[in-house]
């Protein structure tokens, strides 16, 4: 606490925390409520406050009728911890759950396919294949197998490509 006052007034050191998704957890699991956190960690042998938070992927307003399950992200204070958790699963309401590492990706526009920004945001007025570059939908391409990548200019892959220089930058 020293350092941060005389580094920055009103600065604080963040502890580093990991992401991880869980999906088909029964919605009758509350992610604001501590207790189920506690007695979480207390099911799954984690030591106490392991799990800072959980929250809904999506949210309670959108889900469909009848649906019992859906996906959470819990935010886990220990890489050690999380990193045990996505080997050995994890137990939610008596429902065992494989977890994996939140991934973040840069945003694509489906419109252009540039990245950055999303369709409603987009300026261009026409669609972009994201297959062969043509200005149609890529639903209706008709040349399937020539690719050509919007953003780095480049015959070798699609803009869908995971191995674009560009989505790997």
């Known amino acids: ?5 005389v580094f920055s007034k009103g600065s604080y050191i963040r502890e580093r925390t990991y992401n991880l998704v869980a999906p088909r957890v029964p919605i009758i699991f509350e992610p604001d409520n501590t207790n189920h956190l506690r007695e979480l960690e207390e099911v799954n042998g984690l030591r106490e406050y392991t799990i800072c938070k959980t929250c809904w992927i999506k949210p309670i307003e959108r889900r469909r009728m009848g649906q019992t399950h ?19 699963r994890l137990i ?18 489906i419109k252009c396919r540039k990245w950055g920004h999303f369709m409603g945001e987009c300026l261009t007025g026409v669609d972009t294949c994201s297959t062969c570059g043509g200005q149609h939908h890529m639903n209706a391409c008709q ?4 690719f050509w990548c919007i953003t780095c200019k480049n015959t070798d892959h699609a803009s869908w490509d995971r191995n674009c220089p560009e989505f790997a930058r």
């Open 70 to 88: 859906t996906f959470i992200i819990l935010t886990i204070t220990s890489a050690e911890f999380a990193n045990i958790l996505i080997r050995d």
């Open 92 to 109: 939610i309401c008596s429902t065992r759950v494989r977890l994996t590492e939140q991934k973040f990706e840069p945003i694509q526009c």
């Open 1 to 5: 606490m020293a350092f941060t006052e």
């Open 143 to 146: 040349s399937r197998e020539k």
